[in-house]
């Protein structure tokens, strides 16, 4: 036998070796890593799954998007965009006002000031200092979309916090006027548009970028939007963000988008508990954390809470709903959690029954109790 054969061979049996040591470590390992324990309403199960691209555009996009209310009930939303706290909106979302109030998604309810509003371009800037120094959305650089691409409109429609409604640019360079603004170079969109939509960004659905703020809807069905593209306004709220106006021009609401809608304890309730619920599905933990209140937390730490959650699929939300108690919402939801055991996946449903109530002035899930559906 030659001598580059004993070499191969002699390769070979090092790297089986290798491959034996190596599967044998796996088995003896890894399973001991997989034992955690259920915490709140989802069991232990195996590695989680990576939660799709648009999920996670759509999850870190909502982070930024806020909901904007005037003393009278007038709504709207907007969204963070830069790290001085600034908020893009429309200007007949805050038109009549210097003060707003600011509803975030986490459920911190904030003070926001006016500094910049268009009287011709619907278009406004309002300070929430309390956000400063948090990430922001990115603006597009560059106005480049066109018919048929996929956007996400997103807002607070007739109320409902952090709603996303998906579709396409219709059309482009669509000009209306709704007095007393003027709309130029609009993009048209298929997304609807409800009242409470209006300020709320265009989100490109590839990219994650804000390429328009959503102003108007066309019809009485709210079937066609519109959305004003960020390269008509971008340096308009820079110069804004930069030198914040102290005298605002006088300006009127409109019926572009702006509603009156007031939001009970258990809309709000069943939106916090929704919340917590998307942001365990997106794998963002601090979030979720960040929703219980502050004895729940002083009971579980944040290691523990995470921990529980590591080894858990897809939580599916089949039904919600809720009840006032006293200055508490008790909000009943049932789920379908996704665990993959060691024997395979498998699918359990719980019904649990959270209570919801005002923490500082922070809506907090403060308690749950969970049972398996049998």
Do not use: C
């Not at 915490?39 to 590695?47: F, G, P």
């Not at 960040?290 to 590591?310: H, I, M, N, T």
Request: aromatic fraction near 6%; charged fraction near 20%.
């Amino acid at each position: 036998m030659n001598k580059g054969w004993m070499i191969s061979i002699v390769s070979s049996v090092i790297i089986i070796g290798a491959g034996l040591g190596g599967y044998t470590y796996i088995n003896r390992t890894v399973p001991a890593q997989l034992t955690t324990k259920p915490l709140l309403a989802v069991t232990s199960s195996s590695a989680a799954s990576k939660p799709n691209s648009l999920k996670t555009i759509i999850h870190e996009a909502q982070k930024k998007v806020v909901m904007i209310r005037q003393e009278d009930g007038i709504l709207g939303s907007g969204f963070l965009y830069n790290t001085s706290g600034d908020v893009i909106t429309n200007a007949h979302v805050v038109a009549g006002t210097k003060k707003v109030e600011i509803k975030t998604a986490d459920a911190r309810t904030l003070d926001g000031t006016v500094i910049g509003i268009g009287t011709d371009t619907d278009i406004a800037v309002v300070r929430v200092p309390e956000l400063a120094d948090t990430k922001p959305l990115s603006l597009a650089p560059s106005s480049k979309a066109d018919v048929g691409d996929d956007v996400l409109a997103l807002g607070s429609p007739l109320g409902f916090q952090n709603t996303v409604t998906t579709g396409i640019i219709s059309g482009v360079n669509r000009n209306l006027t709704i007095d007393p603004y003027i709309y130029r170079n609009l993009y048209q969109i298929s997304a609807p548009i409800a009242p409470g939509n209006s300020g709320g960004p265009l989100i490109d659905a590839s990219t994650g970028e804000v390429i328009g703020i959503n102003s108007a809807a066309a019809t009485e069905s709210n079937s066609i939007g519109f959305s004003i593209p960020v390269s008509e306004i971008r340096d308009m709220v820079t110069e804004w963000s930069a030198h914040p106006v102290q005298n605002l021009p006088e300006t009127a609401s409109t019926d572009t988008g702006a509603d009156e809608e007031q939001l009970s304890l258990t809309d709000e309730g069943e939106y916090l508990v929704s919340y917590f619920y998307d942001s365990l599905n997106a794998r963002d933990y601090v979030t979720a954390y960040s929703l219980l209140g502050s004895r729940w937390q002083g009971k579980l730490a944040y290691a523990k809470f995470r921990e529980g959650y590591l080894n858990t699929g897809t939580v599916t939300v089949d039904r919600i709903s809720s009840e006032r108690s006293g200055d508490q919402a008790i909000v009943s939801i049932r789920i379908t959690a996704e665990e993959r055991k060691d024997t395979g996946t498998v699918y359990t449903s719980y019904q649990i029954n959270y209570t919801a109530g005002y923490e500082n002035n922070v809506l907090k899930i403060l308690s749950g109790k969970a049972e398996k559906v049998k």
